[in-house]
């Protein structure tokens, strides 16, 4: 488990983390959702013990991270941001490091290095230099070295950040198998990243936290949730007629590809009427959706307006 409570950094007269409180549970990926500069990594950096707070305290597994330091440490597996240090090590090299410095077992430790360079596709490239690989393959050996003592907490900051398709997609489905029995905390600013892993989402700007929900939680905030959009190519679908729909409260007919979405009234379903009319109409219409929510909406709707809702 991970929690903070008011945790706070300042820069002089900058609080980059503001009163930061927050839980995940395991089973849970909450996803640390922010614009550039909104303190996920100092927020990270100081739930990792390589920071110290203003104020505020941080607990990984029930250890205080400024108390118990060493137990909070042994509980966490930590990607940072960058890439790893050590450039002039090969990545064997790096990692036989690595399982010294976290103190595992012979036995354990032959079996987890195996297991990590399996699973991150590393064998080929284990004889390489660190300060040699692109940006793609550090991020894999910086997981790595994170995952190399099978912590019960993962913290893993823009995991998939110079991954290229390929390797985001199998990057997630580790952290995604991964999760089940553990807390993972990652930090992202792509909403991507947040379909494919989280189960929560907390937004954070200026430091401070705006929201804390679920993915359709927050995509319920959004004014596309229950809409209904199609494509009606040249069949002159009448704008007034959708509107004139009971809880229909607008129509919208996108400029570039003629894409029409129609609003619902706050809450109110309106996929049965608006298809009962296009039915009625004989109108030739394709890619009927029923409209989830539209996450970068919120999270432009939240981050950029003063005094969001926790
Ligand atoms: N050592 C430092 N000294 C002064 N200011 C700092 C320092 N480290 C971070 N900051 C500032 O604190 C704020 C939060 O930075 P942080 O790196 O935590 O944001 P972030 O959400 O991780 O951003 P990004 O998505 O760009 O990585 C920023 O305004 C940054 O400039």
Redesign the pocket.
Known sequence: MIETDRLTRC??P?T??DALSLRAEPGQVLGLL??????????MRMIAGFLTPTSGTAWVCGHDVRKEPLAAKRALGYLP?GAPSYGEMTIREFLVFMVRVRGLERDVAFRRFDEVVMRLELDEVLDQTIGTLSKGLRRRVGLAQAILHDPPVLMLD?PTDGLDPNQKHSVRMLIDAMARERTILI?T?LLEEVHALCNRVAIIAN?RLLADATPAELEARSRYHGAVSFSAPGSGVSREMLARIPNVSMVEVDPLDGRVTVFPRAGQPILDDVQALLRTQNLEVSEIQLERGRLDEVFRQITTQRGGQA
């Open positions: 820069y002089g900058l980059a983390v922010g614009p550039n500069g909104a303190g996920k990594s100092t927020a941001e823009e930090s600013h430091g």
